[in-house]
């Protein structure tokens, strides 16, 4: 890894240091500080704003081949820092190294689509029945304003710009205060990769300072956040005083519906997987098991050997399987909620409790849990960790229907080997997406998002990119 430290990207001049108290950055892993990053002002802010106005109508001039070539810069450049990236970020959220490198693949991925997206950009003619054409035609939102969370901090970051710089708009991004060194890498590949000054800014600093100056600009004409339904909720009613439109990633409380006909243990060990995928941190990971009643043992058995085998350590060790939750209170939330659910008379088949072996950082074992009621918290409220809550049906209609009971649509899941079943399970799981025997629902190429208090707008795909475009009507009549 270069021996730099997080900054921010201000007008194309990257700065170390700012007129605010710095902030430390704490290894989950270890609980000591791994470095502190310069926190933006409001000065700093406008700044970035004023840079984002001048550098938009100039961006937005530039034409679709020639951004998507800058894109693929910023692929490029992001390829060749693809070790610094992956131990940043492993170090700052204490995901596994042997982990990481995948979120920066599928980031790079993000940028090689859009470009493709950027050179696409056509509008339609339409015959007028009044005489003459009328032309439709896409032209950039403006600048925009990015939010994301810690939890997945190259993709999630990536999925903003891409697309905002495919359109034509300039972005400012606000990233987690967790992975302030994480984004410096990504905004310095953006600037190897062409991105001219102003275009691409990256603004570190306390969401209290920051946040509130970004939404009250004028200048700003579109959010894109991904965190939480309360957060979401608190920007959207920000937005709306200056009119700004809004893409929202927000919470989900994804189920996962296993039928009589399933293989079984084929489940239970993609469950697993993919649970307990770092640390449980994942918006879309599968957070309420319903499994028919007469294979359910077999499946909590396959789920238990499957958290017993992962190996809890540092995040730099090869051998880890799963690293500590990224925050103190987040670990707190967590063990909380697990002995909450035991008593509500659930019963703990695996983990419950922090690693014996760990007296330093914020572990907490893979959990199983059968026998849990409907009416156990964990069975409403996202819990963000490694918690798998299990519980039985006997009817597919009661299973759905228990399935579809919160207020969350970002993802669902199910394992079947009919396909009369699937069907079924594909047109009712109310969910932005749904994976049929597979977990595999994130795709440079495909729409990612949610419905309800999941949020709104996608990400991915040939949808997300007209989340950051206008399209302006002209009638073209003979004078």
Request: aromatic letters at 6%; proline letters at 6%; glycine letters at 10%.
């Given at each position: ?136 035609v896409p032209e950039p939102v403006g600048v925009v304003a990015a939010f994301t969370a810690w939890n997945f ?79 979401g909720k608190l920007l959207l009613a920000e937005a709306a005083k200056t009119v700004k439109r809004a893409s ?165 899941y199910a394992f079947t080997s009919s396909q009369k079943n699937a069907e079924a399970l594909s047109a009712r ?51």
């Open positions: 890894m270069s021996n730099n430290v997080p900054k921010l990207l201000i007008g194309g001049e990257f700065r170390i240091r700012t007129e605010q108290a710095p902030i430390e950055v704490i290894n989950p892993c270890t609980e000591e500080i791994l470095w502190t990053a310069p926190a933006a002002g409001r000065d700093d802010v406008a700044e970035a704003l004023h840079h984002a106005k001048k550098a938009f109508p100039k961006w937005a001039a530039v034409h679709g081949w020639e951004r998507a070539k800058v894109l693929r810069g910023i692929a490029r450049a992001m390829e060749r820092r693809k070790g610094d990236i992956a131990r940043a970020l492993s170090l700052e959220i204490g995901r596994p190294i042997a982990q990481s490198d995948g979120e920066v693949q599928i980031a790079i991925e993000q940028f090689d689509w859009f470009a493709g997206e950027a050179e696409r950009l056509f509008g339609e003619t339409i015959p007028s029945r009044q005489g003459g054409r009328l032309s439709a901090p190259v993709n999630l970051i990536a999925r903003k710009i891409a697309p905002a710089l495919a359109a034509g708009c300039p972005i400012i991004c606000r990233p987690s205060e967790q992975t302030p060194f994480t984004s410096t890498l990504i905004a310095e590949a953006c600037v190897e990769g062409g991105a001219p000054a102003g275009v691409v800014q990256m603004l570190h600093g306390r969401v209290d300072v920051v946040t509130p100056a970004l939404m009250e600009a004028e200048e700003v004409r579109k959010i894109s956040l991904t965190g939480s339904t309360r957060v929202m990633e927000l919470g989900g409380h994804a189920p996962v519906v296993v039928c009589d006909d399933a293989d079984v243990d084929a489940a239970a060990a993609q469950c697993a997987a993919f649970k307990f995928r770092n640390a449980g941190q994942v918006c879309i990971a599968p957070n309420r098991f319903y499994i028919y009643e007469g294979v359910a043992d077999r499946f909590a058995k396959g789920m238990v050997a499957a958290a017993q085998a992962l190996v809890l350590g540092d995040s730099q060790d090869k051998n880890t399987t799963m690293g500590p939750l990224t925050l103190a209170s987040q670990r707190d939330r967590v063990e909380a909620l697990s002995n909450e659910t035991v008593a509500d008379g659930a019963r703990c088949l695996a983990g419950g409790q922090r690693p014996a072996s760990r007296n330093k950082g914020f572990y907490f074992e893979p959990t199983v849990l059968a026998d849990v009621p409907d009416t156990a918290r964990i069975m409403r409220e996202e819990p963000f960790g490694p918690l798998a809550p299990i519980a039985t049906f006997r009817d597919l209609d009661d299973a759905i229907a228990r399935a579809n009971s919160t207020h969350y649509g970002l993802s669902a799981l109310h969910a932005g997406m749904v994976g049929l025997n597979t977990f595999m629902i994130a795709h440079a190429e495909a729409p990612f998002g949610g419905v309800n208090h999941s949020g709104m707008g996608r990400e991915g795909g040939r949808q997300a990119i007209h989340d950051y475009l206008n399209v302006k009507l002209t009638h073209f009549m003979a004078a």
